[in-house]
């Protein structure tokens, strides 16, 4: 069993940074892929970014390539999400959520856990 908890978020103008974090408990979490989902009000969850268990592999959407960074540091059993360049349409809330084994990074059919998620508004 693994619990996943979201912070970092808030309210940023727009270029501004935010870094979100991912807590986890369980010994196992990292043996995870963990990722990052946001979903806007009225939208569907979207794929943002996603980490291997070792760190080594990591994979974006289009959307926030070259903006985000995705990392980890399994000795604090913590998943980071680094944004720069906010933009007003990055606005949603943000869940972590960690896949024991995954071959399709934004299938969120294949994510185990989920966090409750943290919100990011971004003023223009």
């Known amino acids: 069993q693994v619990q996943l908890v979201e912070s970092g978020g808030g309210l940023v103008q727009a270029g501004g940074s935010l870094r979100l974090s991912c807590a986890a408990s369980?010994?196992?979490?990292?043996?995870?892929?963990v990722g990052w989902f946001r979903q806007a009000p009225g939208k569907e969850r979207e794929f943002a970014a996603v980490?291997?268990?070792?760190?080594?592999?990591?994979y974006y959407a289009d959307s926030v390539k070259g903006r985000f960074t995705i990392s980890r540091d399994n000795a604090k059993n913590t998943v980071y999400l680094q944004m720069n360049s906010l933009k007003p349409e990055d606005t949603a809330v943000y869940y972590c959520?960690?896949?024991?084994?995954?071959?399709?990074?934004?299938?969120?059919?294949?994510?185990?856990?989920w966090g409750q998620g943290t919100q990011v508004t971004v003023s223009s």
């Open positions: 980490i291997s268990w070792s760190g080594r592999s990591t």
């Open positions: 959520a960690a896949a024991y084994s995954l071959t399709v990074p934004g299938a969120r059919e294949k994510y185990d856990y």
């Open positions: 369980g010994r196992t979490y990292s043996s995870y892929f």
